[in-house]
């Protein structure tokens, strides 16, 4: 298809104090093979407190198919729906704010839409960093120990899948599920791709489709990250009276393991070896796995896997908080989740 056969395309990106990264964003947006007059950029913008919105001014100012919409809840979810309800494009492309993207990137989504027939379509998720924090996290991101080894994370992983990163479908296919769930501050994405399935639908993921996704760059704010993980997962099981996969609970039971365990040893020597020897056996995994990751040249590898080997930890413990503080949040769902989200919880995310 060429030219006025192409269909036209609505790409939505949810966002919020983004000034790090909103530019170079929007500069591979720009730079995009699909015609200009053949799809729309629209920008929902929560409330920020630094010069994300005046950034994004500039750029509509200077393009006309780059659009700001206000997003006053400022979550993801109420952005994504904000962005689908305004648009024009009988395709959706969702984009992140902390991603950049290859230049046929609309182009593959919508070609792999209707070659495959799937209802949701995507790349896998490969992370990279900017400084040496940033470049371990990006490594956890395609380490099994440290996220289960989804499929989404696998970068030459070409085929079907539960969920995707970020994802393309058509707008009626979210009308049909209802767009996405705005009682659910995170994990929106897993819950949207969930009720896809429950109406037999398909998601496809094709390296062909490519992106590069920038991580938290603080341990504070990747801790914050994982701890919401942790906690809205809770509440999509709840909301899909389903049971949690064995990866959603390993956390977790380190976690009481960690706090019962180390009370216990205080007071009994046999515990005590116990727990030594579990912990022991939780480095060495830990070690096993940050040193055998393939790593691009480093001068500094040594550190990079030392610093992973400590990330491993923070993403298992702050998800299993997380987790715990939703099964005692979340025990009356719906109810709690729509409080949580009447607080104006961040839409900082990603996706």
Known sequence: MEGANLPFVSVVIPVRNEHKYIRACLDSVLCQDYPRDRHEVLLAVGP???????????????????HMLLNLKGTISCGLNIG?????????VRMDAHSE???NYISKCVEYLLKTGVENVGGPMVARGKIPFQKAVALAYHSPFALGGGKQHIKGYEGYSDTVFLGAFRKSTAEKVGLFDEKLILNEDDDFN??????????????????????????????????????????????????????????????????????????????????????????????????????????????????LMLIHFLLHVSYGCGFIVGILRF?????????????????????
Not at 48 to 66: L, Q
Not at 211 to 237: C, E, H, N
């Open 48 to 66: 920020s407190e630094d010069d994300t919105e005046e950034i994004i001014r500039e750029y509509e100012e200077r393009y006309e198919h780059i």
């Open 84 to 92: 689908i309800k305004a648009a024009k494009g009988e395709y959706i």
């Open 331 to 351: 025990r009356h769902y719906p109810e709690a989740a729509q409080k949580a989200c009447r607080r104006g919880q961040s839409v900082d995310k990603p996706v």
């Open 101 to 103: 993207f290859a230049e």
């Open 194 to 307: 969930f009720r896809i399935s429950e109406i037999g639908g398909k998601i496809f993921i094709t390296s062909e489709i490519r992106s590069i996704y920038y991580p938290r760059d603080t341990y504070m704010g990747l801790i914050k990250q994982y701890f919401g993980y942790g906690l809205w997962k809770v509440a999509v099981i709840k909301k899909h009276r389903r049971p949690a996969r064995l990866s959603h609970l390993v956390p977790m039971m380190f976690v009481l393991f960690l706090m019962f365990g180390g009370l216990l040893s205080c007071f009994n020597k046999g515990i005590r070896k116990y727990y030594a020897g579990v912990l022991g056996l939780y480095t060495a995994l830990d070690a096993g796995a940050s040193f055998k990751l393939e790593v691009e040249d480093n001068p500094d590898s040594l550190m990079l896997r030392l610093r």
